[in-house]
């Protein structure tokens, strides 16, 4: 029933017009939308849609559907002749006041390229200063002006990090000079971007522990990847605008602003970008100011509704890479997405660090390659369950498991979340998962092995690393030195995977009667962002489902 429209839906709306009362009556929902009458018609249902039955997830998904099919004549009503009720979403703005004085794409990319992304590595003599570096983003804010909405409210990776610069760059530039994660992510993430292209190893790799620093042959190899994919300043400014729009998918009044656009409610970040770009790019001005054939290939990245990072983390599922392979017959957005992708990585953790890139070290650069390599298989015919097969067999190598064995593929996921790549630790793991009660595990290591293509709907829970390694991480982070420990605590593991068990079960129970292929994303942000303050009492806690479109999101009760 969810594919169609309820054949006989009686509803009756009434629109105040001047205090005249004008009553609509839709005896017969489908033969609205026979087009006999299109232009009230297919307006007379928008209007109720909007006005009425706005929470209404099926009717909207079912109007989005008829919206979209190829009956719709490209010249019929468009969404923005909806009389609806916007929020406030001002054009941008620079923080520091636009550019007086138009300039290209490649003007400005030379422009950045031209400024000093140095700073003094000399471990005796630890830079607090943030300049130069915080020259440079002022120069990013001033010519990327969606950057204001990155210091707005925004939805905050939850993953935890020790706090090791006093100043942040946000709150050195943003107006409120309050701490915006999502801002410091961004223009740390174009900081290595420019690291990498200038071949600035010392610079990347300054706030990496010993142990797992990037190698300089994995740093040359990274920048002869990224020189190959943009061999000219059009690709290499494609690529700082897209790291530019990346989060802005998390910016609250964007994302009230796509909900009232478009009627969909997502928890995925990307989407609703993709959503915004789609139905008024003149907003996002950097997007506007780039060649269009660079616009088409930030939005065949975006369309392709994949998360390069979560399948690293094994937090995606195979059923994720289904419009993937759309994007191989692409090389240029294959690799502008790629790209995109690893630099905002890098830039993740620039809250704790803003002297390099935190996260993009030597094992987490290799994963990267191991996924890149499995991902190729797509255009070579590979199924979505092969490439996933292929990845997890590669990173079970190191840990002495196989994707082959139902056990041992849901061991590889929970250490790919975990960030574990040696044998001890994947032991640990695997002590920590066969102590729990045996229903648990069963349960636990069914729904790990779940692709999603075999008539069964996954469930993706979003941000299910940041939890478990949050739990980890709440006895742990003490001191910058810890953040790259791993020391892995036996009752924190059990807390984590009990905990995991407990959410997806809760998300089951949601779908239970959902049939045939598909994935469930489940946002578990507010309990990940839980985990690092009172981690022994997530499983005391009532977990509150709300649904969100065909997905949901899970937050806790405090008073539970």
Partial sequence: QKDSIISFVKIQCSKDDEHKKTTFLISDLPSAFSFKSKRFNYQLC??????????????????????????????????????????????????????????????????????????????????????????????????????????????????????TNKVKFSQLIAKDKQLHVEFDKTVVGIMCIFWVLKGEYDQFTHCQAADIKLTHKSFDELRAYTENCLPNTTMREALVVATVLN????????????????????????????????????????????????????????????????????????????????????????????????????????????????????????????????????AQRATEQEVCDLYYDKRGQALELSAHFQTQRALIRLCCMLRLHEVAEAELVQKAAESLDHDVWVSLRRELCISGLDGEHAILLYYAPATLLNIQKAAQLKTAEEIGAKRLGHENLRVGLMTLDKLFRQSREAISERTGNGVYTVDIGDVAAKATEIPHRLLELNFVLTPVGDDAKISIRLDS
């Avoid at 719709?72 to 054009?91: A, N, W, Y």
């Avoid at 997502?266 to 001005?285: A, N």
């Avoid at 195979?318 to 790629?338: D, Q």
Wanted: some cysteine.
């Fill in 46 to 163: 928008f209007i109720f849609c909007f006005s009425l039955f706005r929470c209404k997830s099926e009717i909207l998904r079912s109007l989005e559907r008829f919206r979209s099919s190829k009956a719709m004549e490209r010249d019929e009503l468009e969404l923005s002749d909806v009389p609806r009720s916007d929020p406030t979403l001002k054009e941008p703005g620079s923080i520091l006041g636009s550019d007086p004085v138009g300039k290209t794409p490649e003007e400005i990319f030379n422009i950045l390229w031209a400024l000093d992304t140095k700073f003094d590595t000399d471990p005796s003599k630890p830079s607090r200063d943030p300049e130069p570096l915080a020259t440079f983003v002022r120069e990013i804010c001033k010519h990327y002006e969606e950057t204001k909405w990155l210091t707005e409210e925004a939805l905050e990776t939850p993953e935890a990090f020790v706090l």
């Fill in 247 to 378: 989060d802005l998918g998390k910016v609250e009044s964007i994302v009230e602003y796509v909900r009232s656009r478009t009627a969909v409610e997502e928890v995925d970040h990307d989407k609703i970008l993709h959503m915004g770009l789609t139905h008024r790019s003149s907003l996002f001005t950097s997007f506007v100011r780039i060649h269009k054939d660079m616009q088409a290939l930030i939005l065949a990245g975006l369309n392709a509704k994949f998360n390069f990072a979560q399948f690293i983390q094994g937090e995606n599922v195979p059923y994720s890479l289904l419009e993937m392979k759309a994007l191989h017959g692409n090389e240029p957005a294959l690799n502008l997405y790629v790209l995109h992708a690893l630099y905002d990585m890098a830039g993740a953790a620039a809250v704790a660090n803003y002297h390099g890139s935190l996260v993009m070290n030597n094992p987490l650069y290799l994963d990267c390659r191991l996924a890149m390599d499995a991902l190729s298989q797509l």
